[in-house]
């Protein structure tokens, strides 16, 4: 028997369920196998690869390209998981460029959903995709593409303005189309206010354990980053005897909300 894919419908159940939705990042073939074996529902083939794989100081060189071959190289083994792709800096700032990177993605890379970076700016692209079949993921709080813009990778939505800007977005983009929402990087409250208000899925990093997803960068959790990572992670390898223990570790404890802590959230 076939396993069946996991749907944006199979993530709406789990968030009425009170089941929370594990993701890690994955960019190739036998990490799927690997995060697969151990429960994880959500491959983010993030273009957080340029900066954690190529070793680029931002997400900003990634290309279309990059993104479509990680993503083939996952989703070709990957059976159960959804394989959420990254649209990569620019690749979404025109309606053409916007569907012929949601075509690659999904058609040459497998892709079972796309994710794209911003709030009012990606409104009528959200829409486009949706209205075409394309299950669309957004993306809120710190918005790495625009770290140009920004100056840093720092907490967003901490003052009234901010947090008001991203409710507004957030419910924007579910109106829009979007059936799945990243918050990365805001404080706990919030998203845990967002999370019970929208009626689509939530996942958080650094954005505290009141969403009903929860995200991390593989490479960070499993402490293959050199240099320090960012403090809403932690290292599970550092209790593990195997990478697959590690994982298994950050899937239960995801699963019964013990991650993340307090020592990972910033109130
Ligand atoms: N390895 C890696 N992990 C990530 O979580 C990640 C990436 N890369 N690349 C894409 C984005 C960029 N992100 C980042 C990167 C760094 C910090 C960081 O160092 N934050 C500081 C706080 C900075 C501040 O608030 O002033 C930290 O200590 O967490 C946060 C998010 C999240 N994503
Ligand atoms: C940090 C996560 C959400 C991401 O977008 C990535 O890994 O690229
Ligand atoms: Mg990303």
């Known amino acids: 028997m076939t396993v069946d894919r996991i749907t944006s419908a199979t993530l709406r159940a789990m968030k009425r369920r009170r089941e929370p939705i594990v993701s890690l990042t994955c960019y190739d073939a036998a990490f799927c196998h690997l995060l697969e074996q151990a429960g994880v529902d959500v491959l983010l083939v993030g273009d957080s690869l340029g900066m954690v794989l190529q070793g680029q100081p931002s997400t900003v060189a990634v290309s279309l390209e990059h993104m479509v071959y990680h993503t083939a190289c996952v989703s070709r083994v990957g059976k159960r998981a959804l394989v959420l792709a990254d649209m990569p800096f620019l690749s979404y700032a025109t309606a053409e460029r916007a569907l012929q990177a949601a075509e690659r993605l ?39 593409q625009s770290v140009h813009q920004i100056g840093g990778y720092r907490y967003q939505g901490r003052d009234d303005a901010g947090a008001a800007r991203i409710r507004a977005d ?50 960070d959790m499993l402490g293959l980053t050199p240099g320090r990572s960012p403090r809403f992670s932690r290292n599970f390898m550092a209790d593990a005897d195997s990478v697959s223990q590690a994982v298994a570790a950050y899937v239960a404890e995801v699963r019964s909300r013990a991650f993340p802590g307090p020592e990972q959230t910033l109130a």
């Open 106 to 144: 999904m058609a040459e890379g497998g892709a079972g959903m796309v994710k794209l970076e911003g709030g009012a700016a990606v409104l009528q692209t959200v829409g486009l995709l949706t209205r075409f079949g394309v299950p669309v993921c957004g993306h809120l709080g710190l918005l790495p």
């Open 170 to 219: 957030a419910l924007a983009l579910q109106e829009a189309g979007a059936s799945l929402l990243v918050l990365e990087c805001v404080p706990a409250e919030l998203a845990a206010a967002l999370s019970a208000e929208l009626e689509i899925p939530v996942i958080g990093i650094g954005a505290g354990s009141g969403t009903d997803g929860q995200v991390l960068v593989l490479h």
